[in-house]
Each structure stands twice: as structure tokens, then as C-alpha cells.
């Protein structure tokens, strides 16, 4: 006997890649269950069902950074006390950061994909779901998007629950309407400029040398990365990312904000044209901005 579920949650995170280097993510989850008929002639409530994996999930990979454990990029040490930083040295493009644990998940293997992440939540539901579950499939897929798309990290610092974390993101759809009708040449090229971007807020932006990241951030300079730096309910945050793969924002990074923010630059190719901006955070929500 098995059960099923059907986009049971969606993980929103972002990974480091050896190319692409911070990238945000969304995957869908389904999920199978096999197993024997328990005393009330169930194999699990379909709510507990939902309700455990899901809690699951979401502590365990969830607005977090995933970083690959195994790839020889990787630099990892304890801070101050429930603290880590992590290096990821790419060459010439190197990523650092200095935050409370809770904001990263370490994936067995050189790279994080949908094989080396389901393989690590299998793991760990296999050792918490109840013992009368004796198979379990867990599937991770992207949302089928009609159109453009595009990868972004960001940190939400007024934010009390984990969107205060400074590196998780999303895989978004855009869509922009243009006197009525969708412009797909306008849609790819903004979802380009987006491609695996990191969006900083001015206000969390700080000087490099005002950070406390470990020593192999030594090789950052102002004139390859940008510095980011804030205090949140989960503790203090700190970043150091490549120039070259930020867009700085003049507000925080809220999908609202956002949604105002892409209306704000590409009215200045439409001109007077009316422009409705719909901005995806992740699948399924999002914001809608007019100019």
C-alpha cells in the first residue's frame, strides 16, 4: 500500500556552484509512502503526514545556504560560539560568510543538485518518520514555467522567521505586461540581467574591511566584492560576495519592493507605454507593480 502527496511544500534556498556561484532555488516536493495498515486501518494521517515531512524539510534545508561538504572549494570553520563561517574559493569570485549556524546545511558530495539533496533528506526522514513506514520516495522538481525566469539570493533582515537568513533565494517566473500584452523579449532580457544574481539593500551595505570573516577572506578588496552586515532576531549576519554578481537595491528585498523596483527599471524602456510588472517570489506567490 502506498500514499501520495503532491507538492507537499516547496524548498526556497540558494547553493554554491563552482560556475554559477550563489544560486536561488525553488524545488517542489512530492512524496510517496509505503508501508503496512496501521490500528485504525491507515498507513499515516494525511495530515500528520503533511505536517511531519514537512516540518522536516523545512528545519532541515529551508532558507538556507546549501553548501556542497565534499568539494575541495569549500573552507569551514567555527566563529564564536553557534557561529560558522565558510569560504568558497572560487578563484577571482570567491564567496564568504560569517553567520549563525542554522543559516546553512552542509550536502554530502561535490555539488548540490537534486540527487545529492534528496539523497540527504532521504537520510534524515528515513531515521524520523514513524517505524511502520518502510518505503519512501521523495521526488524534488521544478515549478514548468512558460516563459522567463530567472535565479536570485537575498536576506531580509526585519524579517522574524528564517527569510532573515542573508543567503537563501528562489527560482522566480517574471512576467511584464505592456499595454495589455505580455512582452517575452522584455521578460528574457530582465531575467538575464538576474541570472544567479545576489540583490543586496543599500542599508546592509558595509565597508570589507568592517567584517569579521575568516582569514582566507583576506583576498577581497573593494574593487571585487561588496560587503553586507546586519543584526537580526537569528543573530548577526556578514557576507562578502563578488562585485560582479550583485545588483544593489535602493530598498529592502521584499517581492512587494521588488515587484516596484523592476516596474521602476524597465519603464525606462517602455516609456510611456503602461507597464504591469507580476514578480514571482519562488512558485506560486508574488507581488504585482504598475508603471
Not at 267 to 280: C, I, N, P, Q, S
Amino acid at each position: 500500500m502506498k500514499l501520495f502527496v503532491r507538492d507537499l511544500t516547496v524548498i526556497d534556498s540558494s547553493y554554491l556552484c563552482e560556475r554559477r556561484g550563489m544560486v536561488g532555488e525553488s524545488w517542489l516536493v512530492d512524496i510517496e509512502l509505503g508501508g503496512e495498515l496501521n490500528e485504525m486501518s491507515m498507513l499515516l494521517d494525511f495530515g500528520r503526514v503533511k505536517k511531519l515531512i514537512k516540518a522536516i524539510i523545512d528545519r532541515e534545508v529551508d532558507h538556507k545556504l546549501l553548501v556542497p561538504s565534499d568539494n575541495g572549494l569549500l573552507r569551514r570553520a567555527e566563529g564564536a560560539p553557534g557561529e560558522l563561517t565558510v569560504d568558497w574559493l572560487r578563484p577571482g569570485r570567491s564567496i564568504h560568510l560569517r553567520c549563525p549556524e542554522q543559516a546553512f546545511a552542509f550536502i554530502p558530495g561535490d555539488q548540490v543538485d537534486r540527487e545529492s539533496l534528496t539523497a540527504y533528506l532521504m537520510q534524515i526522514l528515513a531515521r524520523e518518520l514513524p517505524g511502520n513506514i518502510k518505503d519512501l520516495t521523495l521526488t524534488l522538481r521544478h515549478e514548468k514555467i512558460d516563459g522567463a525566469f530567472y535565479h536570485y539570493s537575498h536576506g531580509l533582515k526585519k524579517h522574524d522567521g528564517n527569510c532573515q537568513r542573508i543567503a537563501h533565494g528562489h527560482r522566480s517566473p517574471i512576467e511584464l505586461h505592456v499595454d495589455g500584452e505580455r512582452d517575452p523579449e522584455l521578460e528574457a532580457a530582465f531575467a538575464e540581467r538576474w541570472s544567479d544574481i545576489y540583490l543586496g539593500t543599500d542599508e546592509d551595505r558595509v565597508a570589507l574591511d568592517s567584517l569579521t570573516l575568516s582569514p582566507h577572506a583576506a583576498v577581497v578588496t573593494p574593487e571585487s566584492h561588496i560587503g553586507f552586515a546586519y543584526e537580526a532576531p537569528q543573530g548577526r549576519f556578514e557576507l562578502a560576495m563578488p562585485r560582479a554578481e550583485v545588483e544593489m537595491i535602493d530598498t529592502d528585498t521584499t517581492v512587494e519592493l521588488l515587484a516596484h523596483y523592476i516596474a521602476r527599471e524597465v519603464k525606462k524602456e517602455v516609456g510611456e507605454k503602461f507597464l504591469k510588472v507580476v514578480a514571482y517570489e519562488g512558485v506560486g506567490k508574488g507581488a504585482i507593480a504598475w508603471a
